[in-house]
Each structure stands twice: as C-alpha cells, then as structure tokens.
C-alpha cells in the first residue's frame, strides 16, 4: 500500500471510529490528512470505499495469516494457539479499524458489503475447519463446531471493546489464557502447553 | 413502560439498527410510528433520548436479573450457568436493542454516555463477583478474574451478529455448551451438571 493511501486510510479510520461513518465530515478529513476532496477520492474512491477498504485491509491480512499458520502448524490445538496470538495482536495493534469494522460494517452495500461478509466468512471457516478436523481425530469435543467457535471467535472479537494495545507480551498472555480455557473446555484429552511462537 | 411508549422505542431501535443512528432520518421514525415530531418527543424526548432509552433499558433490565440470580444461586457454577442463559436469552429476544448499542453507543453523549458506560460495567462487575467468590472458594482457577470474565462476556455479547431468535430451547443450549466450555476450563475439579433452570 502505498504511504500516501495508507496515512489516508489511517486518518479515515480514526475519524469513523469517533464520530461513526454517517456522523463523520469529509472536510474534516480533508483538514486532517491536508488534501482536497478531488486529491482524496483520486486516491481512495469514494467515502464509502473508505470505509470499505478499512474493513477489507484488516479482513484480508486475518484471512492470509490464518491460512498459512493453519498450512505449518503442527496440529490443531497448536494451530488454534497461533491463530488467537494473531488474532489479539491485529485487534490490539488496529482496534480503531476493528471498531470501525464492528460499528459500521452495515452502512456498506452492495458488492462492498457483500465481499467484506464473505471474507469475514472465510475466516471463521478456517478456524471451523481447523476445529472440525481436530474433532475428527478425537481431539476435540465433536458437538457444534460452528457454534463452538463462534463463541471462542467472540471471546476474542469482543475485545475491541476493550483491549489496550500495549505491547506483545499482554496480548499473547491473555490469548493463551483464552485458549487455556478453550482448550481445557474442548479437549477430550488433557491440553498441551503452548506451542514456541512462530514470529 | 407505556405501550405506545414502548412502540416507539422498538420502532426507533428497528431504524437504527437498520441505518445506524447518525444516518437514521427522524420524519422515516415519525411516518413509522404514525406521529409527528412533537408528539414523538413528547413521549421520549429528543433523538438521542430514543439512543439511550434503547441501550439503559436493556443494561438494567439485565443488571436486575443478574443481581436477582446472583443472591438466588447455589454456587458460582450454577450462578454463571444461569446468568449466561438469561444473558443469551436476552441478545436473542432483543437483538436489534443490542445491535443499536455495540454500533452506536458512542454517539450517547455526556451524562448519558456515562450512565450507559457505568451500567455495562456494573454488569460485568457482577459477573466478575461471581467469578471471583468462585475463585477464592477453591473452585474456579484465580488468575485474572477480570480478564476470565471480559473473555466469557465475549462468547455471548459478540451473538448479537450471528444469534438466531428463534426459541429458548436454542439459547439455553448454546448457553449451557458456552457455560460446559468455559467451566471446564476453570473449574479447579471436575464441572457440575447444569442447574435445573429457574423459569
């Protein structure tokens, strides 16, 4: 992405997350990355392909490191370890866009919000998928993937609300301590310590 | 609350679910409800009045119960199963007051963003209690009870994207597999079977 854009994005982000995407004035943004409106828009679109694009970003970089830590990791329960370490850390490090995603996902159309469904979609079947498979080799209590990690999705997702982004240590400490639990709830036998981390 | 009242506070909710509060247009609320702008603020007060009354009305209503539950229960285990049934039966029953909330509490401004604030953090404050007598009885694991609390809160708050509602025998069984989920994982000794229900 280029720095230009990015800043841009970043600006667009923080102004939604304050004042929602209906609420928030475009000369205000205007004001805040010093561009006109036709400078803007010749870089992003439009104000909702702004808001689109915020969501997109985040959505696609969870999609992409999932799959690759679902493609290396060394069995399921490692694997659902990885994908919350990462998960928090994102959340932490972009909770101005995960709050603008949460708060205003809805306002999109079309297309726009068709793909950012679909992509938040995709990264709960990864984790579906990684706890359907530990289920079917008995690791894994077998009833209700789809609901079970909706709820462990939750436990991790609601922290937007929440979490303060101050460094590695704390999210990796609370996403083992929800995987702890998760797990130890999960497994039919009993849980393995974490996994080294792979970063 | 007066029927007509109550008629507009669901009509409202509807709306801002719908458009988001900042984009929800007052004379759409007025041809909804059948009244005119001065009689719609006769009844509520103004735009923002309708914002708050959607959120207070269902934080205390779920204080009230939790509070009830908490005095009633046997044990923290039990208290915990009831509170998260009565917590999911309400995100199902209403969904649309919840979706208003996460999306656009933040647009609540003084007194009433802090009432609003205060309310959901009395809320978790009772779920922490719980967690916390639990903990000092030997029953639950002692490490951080709020950060425990904050995940489980997780589980069921972040249902108010994806919860159907359609029935209490539904809520009460993603409840119970949430409650079955997070209990084994910090229940120090083996988890009770759930308690026989209150309603």
Known sequence: MSPQRERILKAAAALFAREGYHGAGMARLEQEVGLKRGALYHHIGNKESLLYEISR????????????????????AACLRLMA???????????VEWTVHYRDFNALTGERLRHVLELRDRYAEIWQRVYASGAARGLFQPAEPRVAVLGILGMFNYSYLWIEGDGRLDTDRIADLY????LRGVLLAPHPP??????
Chains 1, 2 share one sequence.
Do not use: K, W, Y
């Open 179 to 182: 995987c702890d639990i998760f």
């Open 57 to 76: 970003t985040q959505l696609e970089h969870m999609v992409g490191i999932s799959t690759r830590i679902a493609a290396e990791a060394p069995d399921e």
């Open 85 to 95: 370490r990462a998960l928090l850390r994102n959340i932490a490090d972009h909770r």
């Open 194 to 199: 974490p996994p080294p981390d792979e970063e």
